[in-house]
């Protein structure tokens, strides 16, 4: 199994910035491939950003495209989202993913986090 634990959420204002972390444990290698999602009320889940952990490739929701940045630091096996210029349409419950599989749908990750609130006030 692997157990993904987020944290880095809170409380900022437009055009503030947020560091989310993704720490993962256990059997890894059985995801070599992360990525973030966002759930805001009332909505469905959205993919935010993606990433290979092998070799670097990345994949960005137009949305986030320029503001958001997303990495891992394979040696402690943590998963970043560097967020720039947040804005109230950003607001949202943000899960860490991993699998086997990546990209940009939701069902292609096997394990998950319990997710980190963000919150932009306008």
């Known amino acids: 199994q692997v157990r993904l634990v987020e944290s880095g959420g809170g409380l900022v204002q437009t055009g503030g910035s947020l560091r989310l972390s993704c720490e993962a444990s256990g059997f890894t290698t059985k995801a070599p491939n992360m990525g973030w999602f966002r759930q805001a009320p009332g909505k469905e889940r959205e993919f935010v950003a993606a990433?290979?952990?092998?070799?670097?490739?990345?994949d960005y929701a137009d949305s986030v495209k320029g503001r958001f940045t997303i990495s891992t630091d394979n040696a402690k096996n943590t998963m970043y989202l560097q967020s720039n210029n947040l804005q109230p349409e950003d607001t949202a419950v943000y899960y860490c993913a991993g699998g086997r599989s990546g990209g940009s749908n939701w069902y292609s990750y096997n394990y998950w986090g319990q997710g980190t609130q963000v919150t932009v006030s306008s």
């Open positions: 990433i290979n952990r092998n070799d670097g490739t990345t």
